[in-house]
């Protein structure tokens, strides 16, 4: 069994329990223990209120939906994998830091695309985004989940010369007996400043492709002889590459995207794909 639990976070809504039933799955899938996490949405000036009264606070409140949310997401997750190891802790401090920080020591971490409301602040954009694109972890989110396994797992790849979620997706691969397809965006301008005349012909452009197909294959190829049970195949796209990988989670168990560590926020590709996609995203760090 993994040292390394995988944490999921819930605020009680359909969404987080989509991605507590995924991250259980997955939890058996590594042989690991899940942790339940939730924070309650509470204004800074709540968060120390332990008031005596016989009349429910909007903090008390707030306590009590946290909790039943946490009993809720356990007792689904139990009927799910009977028998795996489960936790289940409240964190405190403002939702986004305090799943964020729930993180830190995780295999992963697994959030849902949005949540009840802005009240609970688990919108994608808010809590999701923020987890997705600051947690010291691999995030994933669970906008819906297959029913059952595609054995399909793509990748995006931005940087030609090094992929740090390369070796996260190989291992997701192997992992699911599954094959990878890996994606990557080519792009040259159209035209000059003026627009009046293109910039580069229908040979330099035949040219600048074959030589981005060398250059990912090249790539690819250690990664190849490191897992040779993987089947392999590669895509090129000129243009945008949010909307392929987006149109890929319809039929991947996972799409892995890397990102930066220290961004402020998603950059258009990963943001188009978390958005727009059918199945889980992950987000892996530098």
Known sequence: MSAQPIVAATDGSAESLRAVDWAAREAVLR?????????????????????????????D????HRDEALAAAAERA?????????????VDGAPAEAVTDAGSGALMLVVGSRGIGAFAAMILGSVSRYVATHAACPVVVVREAPESARHQVGIGIGDLENSASLTFAFEEAALRKA????????????????????IFTEPERYVAA??????????????????????????????????????????????VLGRRSGRHGPGSVMHAVL????????TVPS
């Not at 409140?61 to 009590?64: A, C, G, H, N």
């Open 210 to 255: 074959t030589e981005t197909t060398k250059r990912l294959d090249q790539l690819l190829q250690d990664w190849r002889a490191k897992y040779p049970d993987v089947p392999v195949s590669q895509d090129i796209v000129h243009g945008h590459p949010g909307r392929t990988l987006a149109g890929l989670s319809a039929t991947a168990d996972l799409v």
């Open 31 to 59: 042989g690991t223990a899940l942790r339940i996490v939730s924070a309650a949405a509470l204004l800074p000036r709540m968060m120390g209120s332990h008031t005596l009264s016989d009349y429910d606070t909007v903090a």
């Open 61 to 64: 409140t707030l306590r009590k």
């Open 275 to 282: 958005n727009h996609a059918h199945g889980p995203v992950v």
């Open 78 to 90: 139990a009927r799910i994998a009977p028998g795996l190891l489960i936790d289940a802790d409240h």
């Open 179 to 198: 094959s990878l397809i890996a994606v990557h965006s080519w792009h040259l301008p159209e035209s000059d400043v003026s627009r009046a005349m293109p």
